[in-house]
Nanobody, 127 residues
Framework: VQLQASGGGLVQAGGSLRLSCTAS????????IGWFRQAPGKEREFVAA????????YYTDSVKGRFTISRDNAKNTLYLQMSSLKPEDTAVYYC?????????????????????WGQGTLVTVSS
């Protein structure tokens, strides 16, 4: 499966952006999907994940209440709605697909859990 992330850009602190992750090559309806981000000079970190059914979601603490992950399996697309953005949210954002539909509570945040990665989209939040 090929993943294409889009929707990044420059936004002022407090603003909003919606990232999209479009898949091709196969349906992602039965794949768990994660969003990760990597800021300059830092390691890639987990942001959010959603199960294949969409019934289970996880978020890193720093984005809870501000970001929402969702999916439209009919469109083969995932979304990350980001609100109340902060300068510390500045990073390249990546979407990634697990080869399985279920998220496991002990592994969903690990980059190694995910088999397929898209290229990133840059989000810059100015203060």
């Amino acid at each position: 499966v090929q993943l294409q992330a889009s929707g990044g850009g420059l936004v002022q602190a407090g603003g909003s952006l919606r990232l999209s992750c479009t898949a091709s090559g196969r349906t992602i309806a039965n794949l768990a999907i994660g969003w990760f981000r990597q800021a300059p000079g830092k390691e890639r970190e987990f942001v959010a994940a959603i199960s294949g059914s969409g019934r289970t979601t996880y978020y890193t603490d720093s984005v809870k209440g501000r970001f929402t992950i969702s999916r439209d399996n009919a469109k083969n697309t995932l979304y990350l709605q980001m609100s109340s953005l902060k300068p510390e949210d500045t990073a390249v954002y990546y979407c990634a697909a697990d080869g399985r539909p279920v998220l496991h509570s002990t592994t969903y945040s690990r980059p190694s859990t995910y088999d397929y990665w898209g290229q990133g989209t840059l989000v810059t939040v100015s203060s």
